[in-house]
């Protein structure tokens, strides 16, 4: 199977599970508002996938952070089986898949920052490359978070399930402290492998 093969199977399965979490999600109004990036970020990736071509490794992670997104969506954070698995097994006192959500979103987006860096040739550096994607994951985390206060003030009480902060006050702050840590993490362990798979992609072309 070609790279191309896979990578079409893996977003027309993305796709497929996105149709289906879309039948009959616990709220609709959150499922809109939780798989909005994916249904933005999809057509972009279509639209530029001859002219800037992303590395396998990135293809797979922004898959992983869709399906992320759409089960929070369909379920709500709040309520999605995994989180209350990890709350059980741990002695949590919250749902926490939401977190696993704002790892994702600095985890991901760090890592395409890095590559649109790296590869424009807008930084040589490995260092600054690392820094400056982890800033553009946090600048993402804030304006979410950001997102979810107008959507609060717009909403009220309609807002709860969006927001998911199940009672925790300093749910802002700990949402942005796990994208550094998603963010942080995608530069220490990825970093080689990530640089490995954008020279074989040179390569090609």
Sequence with gaps: MTRETALTALGLAVLAVLAVSGIAPYDRATWIMEVAPVLIVAPILTATYQRFPLTTLLYLLIALHALVL?????CTYARVPLGFWLQ????FGRNPYDKIGHFMQGFVPALAAREILLRGGY???RRMAAFLAICVAMAISASY??????????????????????G?????????FFALIGSSSAMLFLARWHDRQMAALQTKS
């Design 145 to 166: 978070e950001l997102v979810e206060w107008w959507a609060a003030l717009a909403m009220g009480q309609g807002a709860d399930e969006f927001l998911g902060t199940q």
């Design 70 to 74: 759409i089960w929070g969506g369909a």
């Design 168 to 176: 925790d006050m300093w749910d802002t702050q700990s949402d942005m």
């Design 123 to 125: 930084v040589t550096g």
């Design 88 to 91: 059980d097994l741990f002695h």
